[in-house]
């Protein structure tokens, strides 16, 4: 099957981003036509499910914050019940561009889950000190399990095909980093073929950051902590049927 952004979903968690997500879910539908864009609200206390409305996304309110992983399992789901093959994570804050979905969509036709790398010769993101450790140290171990190279295991652009949908609509992680790096260790044991493309990642248009600078040491302990939660969890199962290798 080929895949179009017409059986495509678009779903932006989003958590007390009302000075963004008006403008990230106009520009998705600007550089996406006929794209359709869920907006995930994730217990915000602002006015993000009313920003995202007038620019004519489509809403879900969780009544608390449930972290990206939460929000996003929601979008899997919303995909599977309204017959969309893939979905792609885009960020409301703006880091993400949506242009890039068009490369990510292309690449899902030999892969079932595609990931954007901030790492992978394209942009001038940068990432320094124990939080770069982190990302390099889990992007070799996972290149290395996924059978493929992979620079970027904590990017939140990525794309998923029909079989990762259905996969991550019952298994998909809410844990701290479940949403990037677990979730990569799901797809990998159920056989799932992970590819990436470059991408080039924006400065933020609006709230803050999730990682603060001083807490940044904590990062590297919390996402091998992470990995090794998503590698004594037991595997997933699709349909019944146990997937790991």
Known sequence: MVATLERTLVVMP????ESSVR????????????ITCLVVD?????????EALAAGALVARLPFNLG????????????MEQGFDNVVQVDADGQHDPAGVHALLERLESADLVVGARF??????????????????LSQFLSHTA?????????????SGPRAVRLFAEHYPAEYLGDTVESLVIAVRARCVIAQVPVAMRVRAGGRPSHHPLKAAGYLGRA??????????????LHGVEVSP
């Open 224 to 237: 091998i902590l992470a990995l090794l939660f998503a590698l004594i969890r037991p595997p997933a199962r």
């Open 42 to 50: 994730d217990g915000s206390i602002d006015d993000t499910a009313a």
């Open 120 to 137: 992978a010769g394209k942009g001038d993101y940068v990432v320094r000190g124990p939080r770069r450790l982190a990302m390099v140290l």
């Open 23 to 34: 403008q990230v879910v106009l520009e998705v539908f600007e550089k996406l036509p006929g």
């Open 68 to 79: 990206v992983g939460g929000a996003m399992r929601v979008g899997f789901r919303y995909a």
């Open 14 to 17: 989003a958590f007390n981003e």
């Open 147 to 159: 059978g493929t190279k992979l620079t970027d295991t904590t990017s939140g652009f990525r794309m």
